[in-house]
């Protein structure tokens, strides 16, 4: 059973950085895409940035440049670095699991693909 378990947001000033942070447990990165997703009040949720079994990426046009995916496969630990970060960043951030290793997208990801999800962390962005 996947368990996922977001963390590292918090308040940060307009062109700060935060790195998020999501423990998996019952993923396996060799059968698994793994991504991240956001969504602000009143509004839909969002990919933001997808990576594979292969370490391709593919990152929403909105955070393209600003923001890193990445993951530790030794302690099955994903990130996004978010660097420049913008006001309308702000969002609680979600991380999720495809059981489709080869998974690509020609922008972000679409959540409607992803069965596992974390409980998400709020990021917030003041000017």
């Known amino acids: 059973q996947v368990h996922l378990v977001e963390s590292g947001g918090g308040s940060v000033q307009s062109g700060g950085s935060l790195r998020l942070s999501c423990a998996a447990s019952?993923?396996?990165?060799?059968?698994?895409?793994m991504g991240w997703f956001r969504q602000a009040p009143g509004k839909e949720r969002e990919g933001v940035a997808v990576l594979n079994r292969l370490g391709d990426t593919t990152y929403a046009d909105s955070v393209k440049g600003r923001f890193t995916i990445s993951r530790d496969s030794t302690a099955s630990t994903l990130y996004l670095q978010m660097d420049s970060l913008k006001v309308e960043d702000t969002a609680i951030y979600y991380c999720?699991?495809?059981?489709?290793?080869?998974?690509?997208?020609?922008?972000?990801?679409?959540?409607?693909?992803?069965?596992?999800w974390g409980q998400g962390t709020q990021v917030t962005v003041f000017s």
């Open positions: 999720a699991a495809r059981a489709y290793a080869y998974c690509q997208y020609d922008s972000g990801p679409r959540d409607a693909d992803f069965g596992a």
């Open positions: 019952g993923v396996t990165y060799s059968t698994y895409c």
